[in-house]
């Protein structure tokens, strides 16, 4: 069983910049994938980003702007946003999967992402 605590959401102006964390518990994450889901008011939750071992994923809403990353040795993985737009406003979630399954399996309880334009 796996737990994930997520980190580093807040204000910020459209343009700038923040990194969100996901901590693991509970086992260690060099033995998942990982994700970063987002939901905002009134739409279903997306896709971000991913970090298999095959190597990562950023959606096309987010390419270029976005990094995912992972620390196993920290048992941590990374979102880096720059360039944030208001767009960009949303819950966003930190999901974990063993590596032989298909559906992600473990969440974290997300963290508020606000961009004021």
């Known amino acids: 069983q796996v737990q994930l605590v997520e980190s580093g959401g807040g204000l910020v102006q459209a343009g700038g910049s923040l990194r969100l964390s996901c901590t693991a518990s509970?086992?260690?994450?060099?033995?998942?994938?990982l994700g970063w889901f987002r939901q905002a008011p009134g739409k279903e939750r997306e896709v971000v980003a991913r970090?298999?071992?095959?190597?990562?994923y950023h959606s096309d809403s987010v390419k270029g702007r976005f990094t995912i990353s992972r620390d196993n040795a920290k048992n941590t993985a990374y979102l880096q946003m720059n360039s944030l737009k208001a767009e960009d406003t949303a819950v966003y979630y930190c999901?974990?999967?063993?590596?032989?399954?298909?559906?992600?399996?473990?969440w974290g309880q997300g963290t508020q992402v606000t961009v004021s334009s």
């Open positions: 970090i298999t071992g095959s190597g990562t």
């Open positions: 509970g086992d260690r994450i060099s033995g998942y994938d």
């Open positions: 999901t974990a999967r063993r590596v032989y399954l298909s559906k992600w399996t473990y």
